[in-house]
């Protein structure tokens, strides 16, 4: 098939070589013209701007946006749109917040064009790995795209369908899910990322409890030095708790066992938030997600106010005087 792809960062040029890598033909554009240039070196169509993104383009086009939420998303569409025409699709493979999936797809379809939002995993490992596509909006349109995200997607591979899906039609060991109407895709792929972020801290707890084991506070005979990097590796094989996350943390232990070149400052790219806010808005108990989601607020400051406050008080009631702990 042909499609157009916005946004040529990390994962959409990625995801631009995979496509051309199996027979299909792309259209890129980036604000960056050295981008859309060394694109168009690896086989890509280059556009100079979105009229000549829109051109290049047969008609009932298909156009993948892979550009930051928000603002960046917004001023995208609407500098697409006047280019467009019925029966075109817009694809928002970013991780929008899915009521601005509704908003948007009702506002397109005024004028006939079809909107899909994607929620897309795989990261900067996808282009060989493949990505895991959840998918909303019109579903006649996900059929006709179906080569697209097949392509994207990982495939059966060799991991066997679970027991008693025998009689299933679906996607999903494929790789890739239609979830339901506009919105449906990214909230999917909001509550994915919610659980990511918990799943994220119990490995990091889990690891920083396994550190603390040679603490000098511990009394002698229960105190043991352990290796991070051999305790992640033994970890992957068989252990209940292997999974992708936890082949990352080996590799990055392996490569930095004292993670010297980590600031601990750890950043939130919003879906925890509209998970936690999901959860509130259903009245779900999402303890850990939310912890989790504030773990993540606390990583950015060395003492909050709060902190201070607590300390006055034990100053105030108790005379207790703290000081700075040293740096080791």
């Not at 009229?51 to 047969?58: H, R, Y």
């Not at 591979?157 to 027991?163: A, D, L, V, Y």
């Not at 997600?289 to 950015?300: G, P, Q």
Request: with cysteine; glycine share 12%; hydrophobic share 40%.
């Amino acid at each position: 098939m042909q499609i157009g792809i916005v946004g040529l960062g990390r994962m959409g040029g990625n995801m631009a070589r995979r496509l051309m890598r199996n027979g299909h033909e792309v259209v890129a554009y980036d604000l960056s013209p050295e981008s859309v240039e060394g694109l168009a070196k690896e086989g890509a169509k280059g556009a100079a701007n979105f009229g000549d993104l829109v051109k290049k383009l047969a008609a009932t086009r298909a156009i993948w946006l892979m550009v930051p939420a928000g603002a960046a998303t917004e001023g995208t569409i609407e500098k697409l749109r006047p280019f467009l025409e019925a029966g075109d699709t817009l694809i928002d493979g970013g991780n929008s917040f899915y009521k601005d999936d509704v908003r948007r797809s009702n506002n397109l379809k005024q004028s006939g064009i079809h909107y899909l939002d994607v929620g897309t995993s795989g990261g900067v490992w996808g282009i060989d790995r493949g990505y895991c596509l959840m998918i909303g909006g019109d579903e006649e349109t996900v059929k006709r795209l179906e080569p697209i995200f097949e392509t994207l997607a990982p495939g059966v591979g060799s991991i066997e369908p679970s027991p008693g899906r025998e009689n299933f039609s679906r996607t999903a060991e494929k790789g890739f899910l239609y979830c339901g109407p506009a919105g449906a895709g990214h909230f999917v792929k909001m509550v994915h990322n919610g659980i990511e972020y918990g799943l994220m801290q119990a490995y990091a707890e889990g690891f920083d409890i396994l550190r603390g084991a040679n603490s000098e506070t511990l009394a002698e005979g229960y105190r043991y030095k352990f290796n991070a990097a051999d305790i992640a590796e033994v970890w992957r094989r068989g252990s209940v708790v292997g999974s992708w996350l936890l082949d990352l943390t080996a590799m990055a232990l392996a490569e930095d066992p004292e993670l010297e070149h980590f600031s601990g400052f750890v950043q939130d790219s919003g879906e925890g938030r509209w998970t936690v806010q999901a959860a509130i808005e259903e009245a779900v108990s999402a303890e850990v997600l939310t912890a989790a989601l504030f773990t993540r607020f606390r990583s950015r400051k060395q003492n909050t106010f709060a902190e201070k406050i607590l300390s006055a008080m034990r100053n105030k009631f108790g005379g207790h005087v703290e000081a700075y702990p040293s740096s080791k």
